[in-house]
């Protein structure tokens, strides 16, 4: 009896694995990078993949307690030993581990090992208890000194205004404005404790370490607003370290939100 | 039935104190951690209630835990502080005071000398020092929740600088300190054990134990150990240097240039903080094995006993085992493929991470060889150790996508990771931890537990843990971000919220089923059926040879000689079911 109920439940286990991640009610927020594809794609696989084997193996176990419950005086099987079928499944089991790996690093690489354009919007992004800062370099194209000794509450990152590529720098506050279609550099920091820039759309999270400056790039190219998060526990106010990403759809409107911006500091 | 009692005899009697409080035999020591590490988990749990309730109600005022706990609740709702603290110390309290001080401390006690057919541990005195050591450790990290600032919420991972700088939070300051001294105290606790486990095992098996004829549970236990005494004193050093960051002005982990809440901290420079990621995973990912090991060993030797039947491949499980434990101190990075590490070093990590899904798969393959062919017993310890299989399986599934370093860009410090660690390393272990509880808890106190409340703590308890931990991968594909206070802050989130409802629910009834396992466990010590049977298993290790519970020095005037290995369940031509290990070979050789 216990047998049976344990296998409906493997069975119940199975249906509803299969309705979660097939029928997908809830699922990735929605996408809206270039590479962002090539991870999704690369989760996909991997479900197929280790699905098949989950529904097999739970499968299996519920078959085998419905079916091998003890009745009379029946005797269990005597054998403990198959050196072929073991060594079948350990290889079978480390060549779609192995392919795994290849399919899983030739995405890896296409993220970490390919140079962002040259035309690649740059933008520096420094965390800190509990708020993102985003510079913007400025028509000039050229950051401005910063100095952690000029850091006040009004100059949250310690911009130096009188150095000469700083006078047209951008700096906000929890807002980050990208085009769609022009790839974008961050580079990320931190002031004090670890955080991480999480664009959940855009499938980055990146730490951000005090005392390196750590650098992803990404295409963004979906028009639209999105969210900034924090993924890395930086303290009691961890949960509303939040940001705001607008993917811009034209020049136009990117521009537009620059001079504003430029004109507010 | 009489029970010859003739190595009681051979020691004086000692009082109640020194017998049971103060005692150097290993089974009270085992009991010992045992009740101490379900006194914790009791706090660890409790915590992980007030966890659910904010996650799934973050904005609900509450009059009535604001009468209970006034400061954490001020008007009526939780503060963010406190939540963090709680997220931090039930993370401790699990994986140190729970897990890793039951499994080995608790069972491994226990069972080491019984199972290998020695008299005691190889140190008795070092074994009661290391309990005390532990229990000190408790009431040290317990107190943190009570100082000043509150207790620590860096995280069970203790990354620094969070965790160097006392400025950077409250619960940082005080609490962080008891909670670096508990660690430190748990580390030395656990060499101290560590140590003679491995001594008695390899040094104190009875004539006829060859390695090969040990119980699964037996190796786990040497792994286990060997695992301990490689890892333990890295975590032990860091947490040193650590403390020696915020209180000996150094800077180990602490980079200059930190402004903290604009305040320039001038008295740090030339630390690094991915430093602490490296060694805290370094000892981090074979403390998940600490924890995973003796539960495999444990269910495998469960599920043979009740599936009267041997273990698939007994060869293939210890070498895999040996293989894990060789292979998790080179997989640590996995931990941190987006902490700003060599992109370089992600790729070697994933490698070395899908290399030891390899034995993990094996180990699994065995268990469903196991139970093929197989005639059943659905006493509540098998139920467990089979419900152990499928949990292994599906939180072991998910790590696939963790250690594939390209897809853990979005599933790290998610949910996803959340789901996965509890199946894999929380609840799989838990279950083997019940299980093995409900096997032995005859042995171990000579009495029985009631088995029909154990089948209803089972059911509920297997169904709760799939609702509870299950849908939060969905969570986490959706995005959930670890260690937040409240995810309804966020937009993306918000649509998800029905879902951490379900599973606070989930999570209340399986919580509520633990209260039925510790009334059925405490009534039964007392209360519980009496046995009169040496083996009510029909077992064939040798602690089921001796009286339930076995006397001091355990096995009468003469050690046991051991003739074959514990798996001959069912052998054809025998009259029995089982031939225990100490039946001479006449039909089946081994």
């Known amino acids: 009896m216990s047998g049976v109920v344990l296998a409906a439940l493997l069975l119940i286990l199975i249906v509803a694995s299969l309705y979660l991640f097939v029928a997908k009610p809830y699922w990735f927020p929605v996408l809206a990078s270039v590479h962002g594809g090539s991870i999704d794609s690369l989760f996909s696989t991997v479900l197929v993949v280790s699905g098949i084997v989950f529904i097999i193996v739970q499968g299996m176990l519920g078959f085998f307690v419905a079916r091998y419950g003890q009745s009379g005086n029946e005797r269990a099987s005597y054998w403990h030993d198959n050196p072929k079928a073991e060594a079948i499944l350990l290889i079978s089991t480390a060549v779609i581990l192995t392919i795994l790996v290849f399919m899983g690093q030739r995405v890896w690489a296409s993220i970490y090992f390919v140079d962002a354009p040259a035309d690649a919007l740059v933008i520096q992004v420094t965390g800190e208890q509990f708020s993102w800062n985003f510079h913007y370099p400025g028509p000039d194209g050229a950051f401005g000194r910063t100095d952690p000794k000029m850091i006040t509450s009004a100059n949250n990152i310690g911009l130096d205004r009188s150095d000469p590529p700083a006078k047209d720098d951008i700096v906000t506050v929890g807002e980050m404005h990208v085009l769609a279609g022009r790839p974008v550099k961050v580079r990320i920091r931190s002031k004090d404790v670890i955080h991480s820039f999480f664009l959940p759309n855009l499938r980055v999270k990146q730490d951000a370490v005090p005392g390196m400056a750590i650098e992803v790039w990404f295409t963004p190219n979906r028009p639209g607003a999105y969210e900034i998060a924090c993924a890395e526990l930086c303290g009691l106010a961890h949960y509303r370290m939040r940001g705001f990403l607008t993917i811009d759809d034209s020049q136009e409107n990117f521009n537009k939100w620059l001079q504003q911006k430029a004109a507010e500091q | ?590």
């Open chain 2, 1 to 590: 039935m009489h029970e010859p009692h003739t190595a009681e005899h051979a020691h004086p009697q000692l009082g109640f104190w020194r017998k049971y409080v103060f005692s150097t035999d290993h089974k009270i020591i085992g009991i010992q951690y045992m009740i101490t590490a379900m006194a914790m988990a009791v706090v660890g749990g409790t915590l992980s209630m007030l966890m659910r309730y904010q996650l799934a109600w973050p904005s609900l005022l509450s009059p009535t835990m604001a009468k209970i706990m006034p400061d954490a609740f001020a008007g009526g709702v939780m503060k963010p502080e406190f939540y963090v603290s709680l997220v931090t110390m039930h993370g401790t309290i699990m994986v140190f005071f729970l897990f890793t001080a039951v499994l080995t401390g608790g069972f491994g006690n226990f069972l080491i000398p019984l199972q290998v057919g020695a008299r005691d541990m190889a140190f008795p005195f070092l074994n009661a020092l290391s309990y005390w050591v532990f229990l000190l450790s408790c009431i040290v990290i317990f107190s943190a929740l009570f100082v000043e600032g509150g207790a620590p919420l860096g995280g069970w991972t203790a990354y620094a600088p969070l965790n160097a700088i006392p400025a950077a939070g409250p619960g940082q300051g005080t609490g962080m300190t008891l909670w670096i001294t508990a660690i430190a105290l748990f580390s030395v606790s656990g060499l101290m054990g560590g140590l003679n486990y491995i001594t008695t095992i390899l040094t104190l098996r009875t004539k006829g134990m060859s390695m090969m004829r040990l119980p699964l549970t037996q190796w786990s236990l040497l792994v286990t150990s060997i695992l301990g005494l490689l890892a333990f004193p890295v975590l032990l050093a860091a947490g040193i240097l650590l403390l020696f960051d915020r209180v000996g002005g150094t800077s180990f982990f602490v980079p200059a240039g930190i402004i903290m809440n604009q305040v320039p901290l001038m008295d740090h420079s030339g630390g690094h903080p991915l430093l602490w990621q490296h060694l805290f995973w370094f000892f981090g990912h074979p403390e998940v094995y600490i924890v995973i090991l003796p539960a495999m060993g444990m269910a495998s030797d469960i599920l043979s006993t009740f599936c009267r039947k041997p273990i698939f491949s007994y060869r293939m499980m210890v070498y895999s085992m040996v293989a894990i434990a060789a292979l998790s101190f080179i997989v640590w990075g996995h931990h941190m493929f987006v902490s700003g590490m060599n992109p370089f070093l992600g790729s070697v990590f994933t490698l070395t991470t899908l290399l030891i899904a390899v034995p993990s798969a094996i180990k699994t393959f065995n268990w469903i060889g196991t139970v093929w062919g197989a005639r059943i017993r659905f006493t509540v310890p098998a139920l467990f150790a089979i419900a152990f299989v499928s949990l292994f399986v599906s939180g072991g599934i998910s790590g696939i996508f963790l250690g594939t370093s390209a897809a853990d860009i979005q599933l790290q410090d998610t949910y996803f990771v959340v789901a996965h660690f509890h199946l894999v390393m929380a609840i799989a272990p838990l279950f083997a931890a019940f299980g093995g509880v409900y096997y032995w808890f005859p042995k171990i106190f000579g009495r029985s537990m009631n088995m029909t409340l154990g089948k209803i703590h089972f059911w509920v308890s297997f169904i709760g843990v799939y609702s509870v931990f299950f849908p939060m991968h969905i969570l986490g594909i959706g995005g959930q971000m670890r260690r937040i206070y409240d995810p309804t802050q966020y937009d993306f989130l918000k649509p998800q919220q029905p879902l951490n409802e379900f599973i606070t629910v989930a999570a209340f009834i399986l919580g509520a089923a633990q209260l039925i396992f510790l009334f059925n466990f405490y009534w039964s010590i007392f209360l519980g059926k009496r046995m009169t049977e040496r083996n009510p298993w029909h077992a064939t290790t040798l602690e089921w040879t001796v009286p339930s519970p076995p006397g001091h020095g355990n096995f009468g005037d003469e050690l046991p000689t051991v003739h074959r290995w514990p798996f001959d369940y069912s052998v054809p031509g025998e009259k029995e079911d089982f031939i225990p290990q100490t039946v001479p070979a006449t039909v089946v050789a081994h």
